[in-house]
């Protein structure tokens, strides 16, 4: 029997690559927009035929090419400009060529002889970018002055894993009866990881103007707390008032978490960063570069003030952290994650890091943050749309004018269906509203008026 080529080895993968980079640019092309056209129905036969017998007796040698165009037409395309809805970047070419590399080495990240190279690679960058979130945190606040422990960061697979670790760490830290309070802005896996973890109900503050009000915090009850805030909801880009919360937090003797998920990438611009103010003293802290980074999915962090705090993740497997291994100098990776097999989501980040560098990074931030701007001011001097508020970060919420939420909502889902633009939706000020996420760097001043000129057709008068 023929054994199948590695990746490991070149003369193989080298066809394999043109075929797939051919299979998606015929997929991108038969696509034709930013999502296949139709809807779920036509999607999943284009898929069924494609597919056929997903264990077939014999192979298929055309299965790459096959599946891979299927998959290239019937994507959102987060690279079209079009493509607006969610927080689904286009990822950097660089970083995908990394990811590539990753893939075909294929480290494991849960013992030191499976990853030499990646498991030093992730120490060094999660250390300075932790420095990154920890720059010069003012003395006083919480425990970051009497601490000794410098700040470290984990790798994780997003905004759900790490706020999960950092309310875990929060238990372990304050112990089992420590409640989380957030506002109802927070990202839903902040209540679904109390829930998971077996902690108090969490106490949901309103937020009725979309940010948490810190003097709503007077109201929470005795008793060991964790408070979390936002820097970039999910629905409208909006960041909290994080310095009034951190000082709430010192003088109640309350654990603070800001989940960053969006918002973090506005540390690389100096224009910008400021918006983040107060971000040092959070006792941990929820970045997502597969957002405001450019990078292929997944790459999450989660940055810790104190590395004590993680040494509640510690455990011990004999057959990859053997005590007498560690004692010989071989560093323990379980305390790392709460997964064990991981591969190396580092290297996309440290190669993108390295080649674009803080300048790099902040023209791309400034770019998106910018086209916001210009799009927010296209709705807001045109007479048949409304503008919700001029955005904080990249995202513009907007509705045609006298339309009701019915009809917000279905021009949503027809230009879906037709596949001509992909817009989100939230709910403010008790009003649906259509959501433009602008992530694509690439993205022209004709493209946001092609877009708002696709809204407007699409509505019915």
């Known amino acids: 029997m023929h054994t199948p080529p590695l990746a490991s080895d070149p003369t193989s993968l080298r066809p394999l690559l043109d075929t797939v980079l051919e299979a998606l640019e015929e997929g991108t092309r038969a696509r034709g927009g930013p999502l296949p056209a139709g809807g779920p129905s036509e999607v999943a036969a284009r898929v069924q035929a494609a597919l056929g017998d997903v264990l077939p007796d014999e192979g298929d040698p055309q299965a790459l090419r096959r599946l891979v165009r299927t998959l290239a037409e019937g994507s959102a395309d987060p690279a079209n400009p079009l493509c607006a809805a969610h927080l689904h970047c286009p990822p950097l070419a660089v970083a995908a060529a990394a990811d590539l590399a990753a893939s075909v080495l294929n480290p494991s990240l849960d013992s030191w002889d499976q990853a030499p190279a990646a ?13 990154e979130v920890y720059t010069n945190p003012p003395g006083g606040a919480g425990n970051c002055a009497t601490s000794p422990h410098r700040p470290d960061a984990l790798i994780t697979t997003g905004g759900t894993e790490s706020n999960q670790l950092a309310l875990l760490l929060a238990r372990e830290t304050l112990g089992p009866d420590v409640r989380l309070v957030c506002g109802e802005n927070a990202h839903h896996s902040l209540p679904r990881s109390a829930w998971l973890l077996g902690l108090p109900e969490p106490l949901i503050v309103r937020t009725p103007h979309g940010t948490l009000d810190p003097a709503a915090l007077d109201t929470t009850p005795p008793g060991p707390l964790l408070i ?3 820097a970039g909801t999910t629905d409208a880009g909006l960041i909290d008032p994080l310095p009034e919360i951190a000082d709430w937090c010192a003088q109640h003797g309350a654990r603070l978490h800001i989940d960053a998920a969006y918002g973090g990438g506005l540390l690389f611009s100096e224009r910008h960063s400021a918006k983040l103010t107060g971000l040092s003293v959070a006792d941990t802290v929820t970045l997502d570069l597969h957002k405001l980074g450019w990078q292929p999915a997944a790459a999450g962090l989660l940055a810790v003030r104190d590395s004590n705090d993680l040494t509640a993740l510690n455990q011990h497997a004999d057959y990859l952290n053997a005590h007498d291994d560690t004692e010989a100098g071989l560093p323990d990776l379980l305390g ?6 991981r591969r190396p989501d580092i290297l996309k980040i440290a190669v993108t890091l390295k080649t674009l560098g803080r300048t790099g990074l902040a023209a791309l931030v400034d770019q998106v943050c ?8 296209l709705v807001h001097d045109h007479p048949r749309f409304e503008l919700h508020e001029p955005p904080t970060i990249s995202t513009v919420l907007f509705r045609p004018a006298s339309a009701t939420d019915d009809a917000v909502a ?8 037709d596949g001509r633009a992909v817009l989100g939706r939230a709910r403010a000020a008790n009003r ?6 602008l992530l694509n ?7 946001l008026a092609g877009l708002l000129e696709l809204v407007e057709g699409t509505t019915p008068r």
């Open 432 to 437: 649906l509203w259509l959501k433009a996420t």
């Open 119 to 131: 498991s030093e690679l992730e120490a060094q960058a999660t250390r300075a970018l932790a420095n």
């Open 228 to 230: 979390a805030a936002t």
């Open 410 to 417: 279905a021009v949503r889902r027809q230009l879906l269906t």
């Open 336 to 341: 790392r994650s709460l997964r064990t097999t």
């Open 370 to 377: 910018e086209q916001a701007q210009e799009f927010a001011q």
């Open 441 to 447: 760097p690439t993205t022209r001043p004709a493209d």
